[in-house]
């Protein structure tokens, strides 16, 4: 029973459409009216903003209607022809059928689109707004919800979230993280108790041993840390390593690092719950 259920829902989700939808009329009204029919039933009237749109949207409708408002017009003779929604004026080369729009009775401000099987099919035609026509709408896919934390971007047959920065996933509900990396001979303390972006995590060292780097970095908005991890050093191995350098300046060297760590403990003993501040500003300075 669960199995089937199961089944039945997986092949429903993948043949359904993703991205808007489009829908039409049953009987003609003027533009007006089709445009609130529109509203009511589904989002608004059809919006076409490339060609690709246009020859999609005649493919979804029934040739047998013939002529379809679409959601462009304008308010006087002298406007510019204007999407409704968001205002743009897209118009593709190949819109207007031949030798339109002729503004035929220079009232002619609403738009239909021809889907019929001749030379002009999917070619737009001026026409007065009290003709009436086939309402041609579609419905948005995009709602508050689509996106966690970004942007809802539908196209055909397609629908994505554009993050905000700092989150990822195909809702943008993850936020980024930074790969977390325990050093040896330390340990590490993050703020938030995570490493998510903009947290900042801290190293310290086992006592015995020396930092090398910088002890604090912050999680980036693209998931990599603001610097290097510190690595942390025994002084036997520190000594070695400047030996090469002449004797004299290691050893004066080994000495300074010597007296800062002896003092870093004496402070941290003494202050023990400023003990992380006094820490930071001892390896900074
Ligand atoms: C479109 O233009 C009209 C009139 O200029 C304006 O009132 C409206 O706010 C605009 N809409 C958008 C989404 O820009
Ligand atoms: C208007 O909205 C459509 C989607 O409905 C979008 O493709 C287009 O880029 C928008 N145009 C402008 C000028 O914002
Ligand atoms: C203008 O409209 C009238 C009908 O109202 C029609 O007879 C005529 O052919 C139209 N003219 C053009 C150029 O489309
Ligand atoms: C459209 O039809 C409605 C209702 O019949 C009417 O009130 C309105 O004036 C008409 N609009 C146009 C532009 O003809
Ligand atoms: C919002 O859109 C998503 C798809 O992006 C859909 O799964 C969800 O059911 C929609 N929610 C509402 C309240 O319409
Ligand atoms: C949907 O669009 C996004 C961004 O344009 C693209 O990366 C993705 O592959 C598309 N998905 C499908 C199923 O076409
Ligand atoms: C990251 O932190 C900075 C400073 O603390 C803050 O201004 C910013 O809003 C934070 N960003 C996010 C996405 O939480």
Redesign the pocket.
Known sequence: MKLTLTFLLGSFLTEATFGWTYHYSKTTMNWTVAREWCQERHTDMVVIQNQDENNYLVKKLPIKKKYYWIGITKQHKNETWTWIGNNSTWIGNESWAPKEPNNNHSTEFCVEIYVNNDANRGKWNDEKCANKKYAACYKAQCNETSCDRGRCQETIENITCLC???YEGDRCQTAVECPLSQPDNGYLSCSKGNRK??STCRYECYSGFLMIGSPAVTCGLTGVWSGPRPTCASYKKALLAVTGCGALSALCCICMCWMKHRKRRRLAQARQPEEFSSLTSEALG
């Open positions: 905000e920065p700092g972006f903009n």
